[in-house]
């Protein structure tokens, strides 16, 4: 069977502006299978019999009688092999030629589901952006892997926040208006952990971030400190594809720095703020490592306890603005 997958035309031919047409409005009640297939029979669509693939259980499409000539899959767990968790439609899976190429797949995804279905809901990612709409009954989630796979997913509402991306989790980060994210000030399961989890954890969110948010295009900033003193804290962003950091708590504390050992550090001295830059933070993963290192080295010259410490942050693009979560952080979220 010849797959007819755009890579890049969807504005022009409008394939991907259908296919969003076509699923938003199904009912699928209690997400059965036999649900699923009354509510899609509609439509012409024909599934074949279960079989078990990486521990889930997969029912694809009859050849031509599915989404886009049958190319989708209907994901169950083995545990409730007859209820529905997620149809997952591959949109682009040829690997593309670069990140920026990728970046413009997924962008032209985005502006046809913003344009048929308004603003997201919430986005995030885990080096791979998604972004999420919230229907009744069901949510649709366009998600990105590490290398450019595009698919389009709709799963039911009551687990959308564990199916949204590649990895059937909530991600490193996401983002969202403050009613839709957990209450900030609840200690997460990790909280209490040394500085080197701290570490760790956030070279893990800060890759996911410099990689993830250039796609939207957007730019996330987030603070790192003290729940106690306001004024000693550091903060990081995305610049393009750059990474930013910054002691700027030294500048409200500047007896706590030592120019040598922020120098040696890596730290570079502008306008009374200790920075650093990282280019080319999108594809490279161990900047986020470095700079993971040189913010927690920050915090603890600036007296910040481990268990004082607090992060907020935002990730703003395409004329939208959300709040920062961190969910496998294991720290708190602040201000927000």
């Known amino acids: 069977m010849e797959k007819t997958i755009p890579r890049g035309s969807w504005l022009e031919a409008d394939a991907f502006r259908e296919l969003v047409r076509e699923i938003a409005p199904l009912q699928v009640g209690g997400w059965s299978v036999a649900e699923f297939e009354r509510a899609t029979a509609v439509l012409g669509w024909e599934l074949r019999e279960p079989t078990e693939v990486a521990g889930q259980v997969w029912r694809r499409f009859a050849p031509r009688k599915g989404p886009w000539g049958g190319y989708g899959t209907v994901i169950a767990d083995p545990s409730e092999p007859e209820r529905i968790r997620t149809l997952r439609v591959p949109v682009v899976d040829l690997p593309p030629e670069d990140v920026r190429t990728a970046a413009d797949l997924v962008r032209a995804a985005w502006w046809v589901m913003e344009e048929e279905l308004g603003r997201p809901a919430a986005w995030g990612g885990d080096v791979g952006p998604w972004m999420l709409w919230r229907r009744p009954g069901s949510s649709l989630v366009v998600h990105a892997d590490s290398e450019g796979q595009v698919d389009l997913d709709l799963v039911p ?142 915090l603890q010259g600036l007296g910040v306890e481990r268990d004082d410490l607090v992060y907020d942050g935002t990730v703003s693009g395409r004329g939208h603005g959300f709040h920062l979560d961190l969910p496998r952080a294991g720290l708190r979220r602040g201000r927000s």
């Open 157 to 298: 509402t009551d687990t959308d926040a564990d199916a949204a991306g590649r990895s059937g989790s909530r991600g490193v980060w996401r983002a969202a208006d403050p009613a839709h994210l957990p209450p900030a000030h609840v200690a997460p399961v990790g909280t209490g952990d040394g500085w080197d989890a701290v570490r760790k954890r956030l070279h893990q969110a800060l890759r996911a971030l410099a990689h993830d948010t250039p796609f939207l295009p957007g730019r996330f900033i987030l603070h790192l400190g003290s729940a106690q003193d306001p004024q000693r804290f550091v903060q990081c962003w995305n610049d393009g594809l750059e990474l930013v950091i910054e002691a700027t708590g030294l500048m409200h504390h500047p007896e706590l720095a030592d120019p040598a050992r922020l120098s040696e550090s890596g730290w570079t001295l502008s306008h009374s703020l200790w920075k650093r830059r990282f280019p080319g933070a999108m594809e490279d993963g161990t900047a986020s490592g470095t700079a993971a290192r040189m913010l927690v080295e920050a």
